[in-house]
C-alpha cells in the first residue's frame, strides 16, 4: 500500500513539476494563471508541488490554457 502511495505521490509531483516548466517558460507567474484560471494562487502552488490531487477536469483546464497536449504532461 505505501509502494501505491508513494508512486501517486511521485507522479503528482512530476505532473506538477512539468506544468510549472511550461508555466515558467511562458513567463507567466502562478498569480496571472491563477487569476485567469479563477484559482486560488496558494491551490496552483499546491498542484504544481505536487501536494495535492489533479481533479481530471483541473488537470485538463491547465493545458488547454497552456495550449499542452495531457500527454506532455503526464
Not at 487569476?35 to 488547454?64: I, Q
Amino acid at each position: 500500500l505505501f509502494e501505491t502511495f508513494f508512486g501517486i505521490y511521485r507522479l503528482l509531483q512530476k505532473i506538477g513539476n512539468r506544468l510549472r516548466k511550461v508555466r515558467e517558460g511562458r513567463k507567466e507567474t502562478a498569480d496571472e494563471v491563477a487569476e485567469a484560471l479563477n484559482m486560488s494562487p496558494d491551490l496552483l502552488d499546491k498542484k504544481e508541488n505536487g501536494e495535492c490531487n489533479f481533479e481530471v477536469g483541473v488537470l485538463f483546464e491547465l493545458c488547454a490554457y497552456y495550449e499542452v497536449n495531457i500527454e506532455e504532461v503526464v
